[in-house]
């Protein structure tokens, strides 16, 4: 049997009380990340015409500092729309997002993007070695990077780091992607879908790393997953999004033992995801 993954073992009381971060009664603290009726409309293919379609509709909820949150719902749902535009991969269409009371939109983008690192369902490869792929933000921006220590934080051997990263198995380049992440020192970490690619060990591997980055380095991360384990190791908040709308928002512990709506308990219960 393949051993569970360590649980993360902070929730956002558990940080306040250490005095780790602000209270978020205390008017000086912001959130790490912001959504403030947050609306997206794409366009879409019917018949012969284009119209637009909306896939997130009024969506407002916070990430404290410190916090790994764990963005679930049905297939189809918005989840990995919503992340891409927390560091505008895509905008929304009305709407604010916020990166520690800051506008993103007011931010270059290439600083959004190394303070808002973010790692794929698949990883994406970079051609070269794997010094090449950890090395690559800090050496777009001029600057050093010791691709080496990154790896150690994700606990890869340093051996690897002039192999090929195709090389590399399907687990290794997932790691290897959040060491490139990390040669950036975000602030925030995004991760869509990171262990679905993967099998029951290497994801396990990868979700005792988020726990760990979270854990030592204090690093915020906002996690999309549909596999309600992972969401229950690693998350201490939950926000739950179906057709597009905000569902449920709060502590893992309290949505996992007690969701707080109908849909929550339909949704745990697997019984949402033919309808969306």
């Known amino acids: 049997m393949v051993p569970a993954p360590e649980e993360c073992v902070h929730s956002s009381d558990d940080i306040v009380n250490e005095g780790r971060f602000a209270s978020m009664d205390d008017p000086a603290y912001a959130p790490a990340v912001e959504l403030v009726h947050v609306s997206k409309t794409k366009p879409v293919l019917l018949g012969d015409s284009v119209t637009q379609l909306q896939v997130i509709g009024d969506v407002s909820f916070s990430v404290p500092k410190g916090e790994i949150l764990a963005l679930v719902g049905p297939s189809g749902s918005g989840k990995s729309t919503l992340l891409r535009m927390m560091n505008r991969l895509e905008d929304p269409s009305s709407g604010q997002i916020s990166l520690f009371g800051t506008d993103i939109s007011s931010l270059d983008v290439r600083e959004l993007r190394r303070r808002v690192g973010m790692v794929f369902q698949t990883p994406a490869l970079i051609a070269g070695t794997v010094a090449d792929n950890v090395s690559y933000g800090p050496r777009l921006r001029g600057e050093d990077c010791d691709p080496g220590e990154c790896l150690d934080l994700v606990r890869l051997e340093r051996d690897l780091l002039h192999r090929p990263a195709t090389a590399l198995s399907v687990g290794q380049q997932q790691r290897m992607c959040i060491a490139r992440a990390l040669a950036n020192r975000p602030e925030v970490l995004l991760l869509d879908e990171p262990t679905s690619a993967l099998d029951q060990t290497a994801a396990n591997t990868v979700l005792d790393l988020?726990?760990?980055?979270?854990?030592?380095?204090?690093?915020?991360?906002?996690?999309?997953?549909?596999?309600m384990?992972?969401?229950?190791?690693?998350?201490?908040?939950?926000?739950?999004?179906?057709?597009?709308a905000k569902i449920e928002e709060g502590a893992a512990n309290a949505f996992f033992a007690s969701p707080a709506t109908e849909i929550g308990r339909r949704f745990l219960q697997g019984e949402l995801s033919n309808e969306c």
């Open 210 to 227: 988020v726990c760990r980055l979270n854990r030592e380095m204090g690093l915020t991360v906002i996690m999309v997953t549909h596999l």
């Open 229 to 244: 384990e992972h969401a229950r190791a690693v998350g201490t908040r939950v926000v739950l999004l179906v057709r597009g």
